[in-house]
């Protein structure tokens, strides 16, 4: 039976899985969601002796219904190839006797976002070719880091698409910035906000809802999709990697079929930690759903009160991937406790974009149940970095740390010490170099941000990474810095349509 695609608003009609990614966001404005949950159909004692890819077939043809097997098998093998500097894909590495970390970083830019994104480009030509589409798809997308450069690694010289990433001029690491100017390809272009993340995020969806916009791009030729994590074609790859962590501890007798396994998940935009929800409602036996936020605890406030109000100063942290005061992905959330309920859900997105609030109702909460809330300020997020490599010799990134102090937290508040639990790993130590040798008082304020990649190589004896290697002496190739309300004119002026 054929899963098909809604939108939390309530205003669109139901599309194929196909559509849904080619659209990115809903016309009215929402994020696409499956009507209904499919479950796994194969035994996890199967799964267990099963590569990457062959589970990501198995999740994956489960909600893309409207793909034949070939093409699902085709786009994932060009997605998990030789651009993963580990054969394993996501590979889980312990530290301490319950504690698993859930590498998601060997992809071409050592950051989670390369699970989703190496496979989005192939899914969405695909899906293409199949809705008969010959208009040149504009890749529209706001990163706070990390998508970005995924992103335009992705999409980089595939025919028929262009892609714009906004990012904050000054808000992401000087090694996240160096790798999205200096991204090659003739359809790619990088541009620089003077806002921060979440004014670049408002400005792309401005632009997906502005008909006129739309109305020009379409006789010119054009047509708006995302590859942020409101594509669905980005939140169904990640649902892969909780279930392959769940297999892997089978596969190496951690645990047996049915036990419980807590997920932790450092996020800011509900995306990461959504998808692991989803794994659960597939069937994976996920115990608690850890969700961790760094200072701009936006998200934990909302699981503590049921009220989700972003108005609250924005913090600059060490973890850029996660400065966000309004998570998108919990939208889809939003609209499946309160019933499918698109009215309501509308309604809710309207107060919180007029007012920056809203709340849920005792009743939507228990879908929330499964959640677990917490934050780690800045001085925290050093201390689990300096404790993990001091107590286990395993370095981890900013993001990750905020998952390891909250673990940690959870595992004290509640006395849950024992259940295992795979933190989602977002990205590479090296990305964040500079951050992470403070924790050791080994980075001065002037050194270059690739000395202190050689000098946290030598700290870890673990080989600096391809990504930040090849990125040292090339050139800058994007150099265009904008204010946020120039966003629509920077993007018609990039597509050669207005100068």
């Not at 899985?17 to 796994?40: E, F, H, K, M």
């Not at 500079?434 to 202190?452: M, P």
């Amino acid at each position: 039976m054929q899963i098909r695609y809604r939108s939390t608003r309530g205003g669109a009609e139901e599309i194929t899985a196909s559509q849904a990614i080619l659209n990115g966001l809903a016309p009215d404005g929402g994020l696409y969601v499956p009507t209904w949950i499919p479950t796994l159909t194969v035994p996890m004692e199967k799964l267990a002796g099963m590569d990457y890819r062959e589970v990501a077939f198995e999740v994956m043809r489960l909600f893309l219904t409207d793909f034949t097997d070939e093409e699902l098998k085709e786009c994932i093998a060009n997605a998990y190839d030789s651009k993963f500097d580990s054969e394993v894909i996501a590979p889980l590495h312990q530290a301490g006797e319950h504690t698993w970390f859930l590498e998601l970083f060997h992809g071409s830019t050592i950051a989670f976002k390369d699970m989703a994104l190496s496979i989005l480009p192939h899914l969405m030509t695909t899906a293409a070719r199949k809705n008969r589409i010959t208009d040149e798809i504009v890749i529209l997308t706001a990163t706070s880091g990390d998508t970005g450069k995924a992103a335009l690694a992705g999409f980089a010289d595939v025919p028929g698409t262009r892609i714009i990433v906004f990012y904050p001029k000054y808000g992401v690491s000087a090694i996240q910035e160096k790798q999205m100017v200096t991204q090659k390809g003739g359809n790619t272009s990088v541009v620089g906000i003077t806002g921060n993340f979440d004014d670049a995020q408002t400005g792309v969806k401005k632009m997906f809802h502005d008909k006129e916009m739309q109305q020009l791009l379409q006789e010119k030729g054009f047509r708006f999709s995302s590859a942020n994590s409101i594509n669905i074609g980005r939140l169904v790859p990640q649902i892969v990697y909780y279930v392959y962590a769940y297999a892997s501890l089978v596969k190496q007798g951690q645990i047996c079929p049915g036990d419980k396994v807590n997920m932790v998940v450092p996020t800011g935009n509900f995306g990461n930690i959504l998808a692991a929800w989803y794994a659960k409602q597939i069937g994976i036996p996920v115990g608690r759903l850890i969700c961790a936020s760094n200072e701009n605890k936006v998200l934990y406030d909302f699981l503590t009160t049921g009220c989700y109000d972003r108005n609250r100063d924005f913090i600059l942290t060490a973890s850029p991937s996660m400065d966000i005061l309004i998570s998108s992905n919990l939208e889809r959330l939003i609209y499946i406790s309160g019933g499918c309920d698109g009215e309501a859900c509308r309604e809710r997105m309207a107060g919180l974009s007029d007012t920056g609030t809203y709340s849920i109702t005792p009743e939507m909460k228990k879908v929330f149940d499964d959640f677990y809330g917490n934050y780690c300020s800045e001085e925290e997020t050093a201390e689990a970095i300096r404790r993990c490599f001091e107590d286990y010799g395993y370095m981890i990134d900013p993001h990750t740390a905020v998952g390891a102090g909250v673990l940690d937290k959870y595992r004290k508040e509640t006395g849950d010490a024992e259940t295992p639990a795979v933190v989602a790993s977002t990205a590479s130590p090296f990305k964040f170099n500079r951050f992470v040798l403070e924790c050791f008082g080994k980075a001065g304020k002037e050194e270059d941000d690739f000395v202190l990649a050689d000098r946290l190589s030598e700290m870890t004896g673990v080989a600096l990474p391809k990504a930040v290697e090849e990125i040292r002496t090339a050139p800058v190739l994007h150099d265009r810095v904008v204010d946020a309300e120039d966003m629509p004119d920077t993007v018609l002026a990039l597509l050669g349509i207005r100068s």
